[in-house]
């Protein structure tokens, strides 16, 4: 991932994933799937850079939380029985596409918060070794209480 250059540079190679997000917007995420707000209520998602619209976002609140929290919930059995090499591979699926996809998150994350991209690129190494230093632990969670 070689996420650097001017800022014209790299605006010109976030327009086609931002065109994407402004396209879709930005729902929640709830048993896999994304979903508006209860409310169907949303925000507008500006850039710090240059005040211009990156996207709408969905405007969760409580009952939104409340939807995911149980979702989660009745969730977690069927992960915990997942044997421990089985989780361990698909948190190491989730660190290699963060990594396949890491100049498009480095350059949406720089024009969303305004941080400079030589940050937002480690910040996506980062996540990425995150989801692979918790996978190599799963064979030591103890009845999916560790992890």
């Known amino acids: 991932m070689a996420a650097t250059g001017t800022l014209n540079e790299n ?4 327009t086609p994933f931002r065109e994407r997000i ?17 409310s169907n209520k949303t ?12 996207c709408t976002v969905a405007e969760g609140d409580a009952a ?4 995911a929290a149980q979702a989660a919930h009745d969730a977690f059995p069927a992960w915990a029985a997942l044997p421990a090499k089985q989780r361990r591979d698909l948190l190491y699926r989730v ?9 498009e998150i480095a350059l949406l994350e720089s024009i969303d918060t ?15 070794a ?7 632990r799963v064979e030591s969670a103890n009845d999916g209480l560790a992890l």
């Open 130 to 136: 995150n989801f692979r230093f918790f996978a190599d």
């Open 95 to 103: 660190a290699d596409l963060i990594e396949a996809h890491a100049e």
């Open 64 to 67: 939104d939380i409340d939807l």
């Open 11 to 14: 605006l010109e190679k976030v």
């Open 22 to 38: 402004a396209k879709s917007g930005l729902k929640n995420i709830v048993n896999g799937r994304s979903i508006p707000a209860l």
């Open 114 to 128: 305004g941080q400079p991209i030589r940050f937002m690129s480690k910040a996506a190494v980062r996540a990425a």
């Open 43 to 54: 925000y507008n998602n500006q850039s710090p850079i240059d005040n211009s619209l990156l």
